[in-house]
C-alpha cells in the first residue's frame, strides 16, 4: 500500500474509532436521561431478564461447590430484580401475602442487632433482605415461565446424577474422583471433601428426581415405568449407604407425603420402604461403618436426646428465647452468646423444671434448628413473622395441589414441606447455601403453583411474564 492511501487509512480509521466512541457515549447519556416510558421500550430490561435468567441457572451449580459464589449470585439477581422493577414499574409483588412478615422479620433483626451493638450482627441484619429478593424474583419474573423452570429442573437433575456417581464410586474404590476418602465416621462424601453430600442430595433429589421418576411411574409403558422405579431405588439406597440420619429420614418423609398426594406412587412408595429395610438390615454386612452411625448412634441419641450434643443445643437455644423473648440476642446471637452460663425459672410456671445450661455447653455458630435460630435472632415475634411467611409460602404453593397435571410442581411443595419442618437438626438458616436452597424453593413453588389454568394466580402470571 502507498505511503499516501496508508496515511489516508489510518486517519478514517482513526476518525471511525472516535465516531464510534462518541456514538456510544451519546447513546449512554441518551438512555440516563430517557424518560420512563421509553427506558421500558428499551432492551435494558430484556437484558437484565437474561441476566437474572443465567444468576438463577447457575445458582444451584455455586452452591453445589462455592459459598462465596453463591452468595455473590443470588446478591446480583436482586440487585438486577430491583432495577427491573423499577424500570417497568412492575411493584405488585410487594402486594404478596408473604412479603408483609418477612419485612417485619427483617426489620426486628435489625433492631435486635442494634441492640446488642454488635458490628457484625448489624451488617448481616441489613443484609438479610437480599435472601428474600431470591424468593421475589423467582416468584415473580425469572421462574415464571414453563421452560426456564423446566431448565432449572434439569440443571439439578443432572447435578443429582452427578453426585450419585461418586457416592457410589467412592463407595467401591474409597476415593471420589478427587481423591477424597470417606468422612472418618464411614460417611460418604459424594464430589464433597467434607460430609456435605446428604443435605446437597436431599435439595436436589425432590426438585429433580422425583419429577423424572413420578412421570415415569405415571406412563402406561412398563419399561418406563421399571426405569423409574429403578432410579427411585437407586436414590434412597444411595442415601442410606451417604450414613447421614436426618438426610435419610427426611427423605423418606417427603417420600411419605408424596404417596398421600399423588395415588400412582403409593405401591412404589410400599416397594422402596421394604427395599430400604432390607438394605438396613444388611447395613452391618456391606457398611459396618454407616450402620454404627446410622442405626445404633441414632438410636442411643434419641434414647439419651436431653444429654447429647443436639439436646445441649436446643437447651441453650430455649433458654435464650425465653430470657430475651421480646428482641432476641441479635444476628448470629447464638453464637455470640452461648458461651455463657444461662438460668431460666420460667418453665416452672408450668409445673416443669427450670432449664439450666453451665458455661461452654450446648455451644456452636447456630443452635441446629431453623426456628431456634430465628427465636434467639428476633425473639418471639420474629419467630411468628417467619412462621407467618412460612404458613403463606405453603398455603401459595398448595393451590391447586391435587390436581395440578405437572410433577414438579408437586415436587417443590414436597421439599418445602421437608426442609421446612420444624422437628429436626439443620444448618444455619441465614448463610449459603442452605438460605439460597430455602429461599429459591419457595419462589420457584410459588411461581410453579400459578403456571397452569384454574390456580388462583394465573391470571396474574399473564401480566407478569409480559415483562419478561
Known amino acids: 500500500m502507498p505511503p499516501a492511501a496508508t496515511m489516508t487509512w489510518m486517519m478514517k480509521s482513526r476518525s471511525d474509532s472516535q465516531l464510534s466512541l462518541f456514538s456510544i457515549t451519546r447513546g449512554f447519556f441518551k438512555v440516563q436521561n430517557m424518560p420512563l416510558t421509553k427506558l421500558q421500550h428499551s432492551q435494558l430490561p430484556a437484558w437484565l431478564t437474561t441476566g437474572g435468567t443465567l444468576c438463577i441457572m447457575m445458582l444451584p451449580l455455586f452452591m453445589f461447590y462455592s459459598r462465596a459464589l453463591s452468595d455473590i449470585t443470588a446478591t446480583t439477581l436482586g440487585c438486577f430484580f430491583l432495577l427491573h422493577c423499577a424500570i417497568t414499574r412492575h411493584w405488585r409483588w410487594l402486594q404478596s ?27 448481616q441484619a441489613l443484609c438479610l433482605p437480599r435472601l428474600f429478593l431470591i424468593t421475589a424474583a423467582a416468584q415473580n419474573w425469572i421462574l415464571t415461565q414453563n421452560k426456564r423452570r423446566l431448565v432449572l429442573g434439569g440443571i439439578l437433575f443432572v447435578l443429582a446424577l452427578w453426585l450419585i456417581s461418586q457416592c457410589w464410586e467412592q463407595y467401591f474404590t474409597g476415593v471420589n474422583l478427587t481423591g477424597s476418602h470417606p468422612w472418618v465416621d464411614g460417611s460418604l462424601t459424594g464430589p464433597f471433601y467434607k460430609p456435605r453430600a446428604s443435605f446437597m442430595f436431599l435439595m436436589l433429589f425432590f426438585p429433580g428426581i422425583m419429577p423424572v421418576v413420578i412421570t415415569s411411574l405415571r406412563s402406561k409403558k412398563p419399561l418406563l415405568w421399571c426405569c423409574g422405579l429403578g432410579l427411585l431405588l437407586l436414590s434412597v439406597v444411595t442415601m442410606i449407604l451417604i450414613g447421614q440420619r436426618m438426610g435419610t429420614v427426611l427423605m423418606l418423609f417427603g417420600l411419605f407425603l408424596t404417596a398421600l398426594l399423588i395415588r400412582q406412587f403409593r405401591w412404589p412408595f410400599v416397594i422402596t420402604g421394604v427395599c430400604a429395610a432390607i438394605v438396613l438390615a444388611l447395613l452391618p454386612v456391606i457398611s459396618p461403618a454407616t450402620y454404627a452411625k446410622l442405626v445404633i448412634k441414632f438410636s442411643d441419641q434419641l434414647r439419651h436426646f436431653s444429654t447429647s450434643d443436639y439436646g445441649q443445643l436446643f437447651k441453650k437455644a430455649t433458654i435464650m428465647t425465653l430470657n430475651h423473648p421480646a428482641l432476641g440476642l441479635g444476628m448470629d446471637g447464638f453464637r455470640h452468646f452461648c458461651h455463657e452460663s444461662m438460668h431460666s425459672s420460667f418453665p416452672k410456671a408450668f409445673n416443669l423444671p427450670a432449664l439450666e445450661s453451665p458455661a461452654g455447653a450446648g455451644c456452636n455458630i447456630h443452635p441446629h434448628n431453623y426456628y431456634l435460630q430465628v427465636s434467639t435472632t428476633a425473639g418471639l415475634p420474629g419467630l411468628l413473622a417467619f412462621c407467618l411467611m412460612v404458613v403463606c409460602w405453603l398455603k401459595a404453593g398448595a393451590r391447586g395441589l391435587l390436581s395440578t397435571p405437572y410433577a414438579q410442581h408437586t415436587m417443590l411443595f414436597v421439599v418445602c414441606c421437608v426442609v421446612l419442618w420444624p422437628v429436626t437438626s439443620t444448618s444455619a438458616l441465614f448463610t449459603f447455601p442452605t438460605a439460597g436452597w430455602i429461599f429459591l424453593f419457595a419462589g420457584w413453588m410459588m411461581a410453579a403453583s400459578a403456571a397452569y389454568p384454574g390456580s388462583a394466580g394465573f391470571s396474574e402470571r399473564t401480566t407478569r411474564e409480559k415483562y419478561n
Not at 426489620?107 to 451493638?117: A, E, G
Open 97 to 123: 401475602p408473604w412479603v408483609t412478615p418477612a419485612a417485619v422479620l427483617c426489620v426486628l433483626s435489625l433492631i435486635s442487632s442494634l441492640h446488642v451493638h454488635e458490628r457484625g450482627a448489624l451488617a
